[in-house]
């Protein structure tokens, strides 16, 4: 509030009695406008008042008109990701294969050698996108809660 309001206001403010301040309390728990002129005036000063403080409701709406005025002028936020996982290097994607490993064991000391996974994989590029697919749903549904039913790769 600046000082000038202050001052505009100060008398008006003053005169307030309990009974304004429990009359202004019921309408605003009805949700009604205030009759008093000094109340609205009050209510108002405060209200720029509590804009400026971080995390008060006032503060918050004023942030959303922001970021809902920049969606506007610039549309809204795109999320780009770029998913590469390793389909040589993973056991799943050699069980995709058709490598029979029991993944509830697996020991990667005992596991093929890297140039045998990679003949593998290289040898059933199927396996290889349904690796991929596999991923790509599994990061989907447990990270952003994206649950992909109409699956082409099964």
């Known amino acids: 509030m600046s000082h000038s309001d202050y001052q ?4 008006a403010i003053n005169c ?4 304004d301040f429990q009359l202004a309390a019921e309408q605003e728990r009805n949700k ?6 000094a109340m609205c005036a009050l209510v108002g000063h405060l209200s720029a008042v509590r804009a400026g403080v971080m995390g008060m409701d ?16 610039f549309n809204p936020p795109s999320l780009w ?9 993973n056991p799943i994607a050699q069980v995709f294969a058709g490598e029979q490993i029991d993944l509830d064991k697996f020991d990667r000391l005992v596991s093929p050698d890297a140039t045998a996974r990679s003949i593998t994989i290289a040898n059933d590029p199927y396996a290889a996108a349904k690796f991929f697919h596999f991923i790509v ?3 989907l549904n ?12 099964t």
């Open 58 to 73: 006032q503060n918050r709406a004023s942030v959303w008109a922001q970021v809902w005025s920049l969606i506007t002028m």
């Open 137 to 139: 749903r599994a990061i």
């Open 16 to 19: 307030l009695t309990t009974a």
């Open 8 to 11: 505009k206001h100060k008398a």
């Open 142 to 153: 447990s990270l952003m809660g994206i649950d992909v039913q109409n699956s082409r790769i």
């Open 32 to 37: 009604q406008q205030y009759p008093n002129l």
């Open 81 to 89: 990701i770029t998913i590469n996982p390793s389909d040589v290097n």
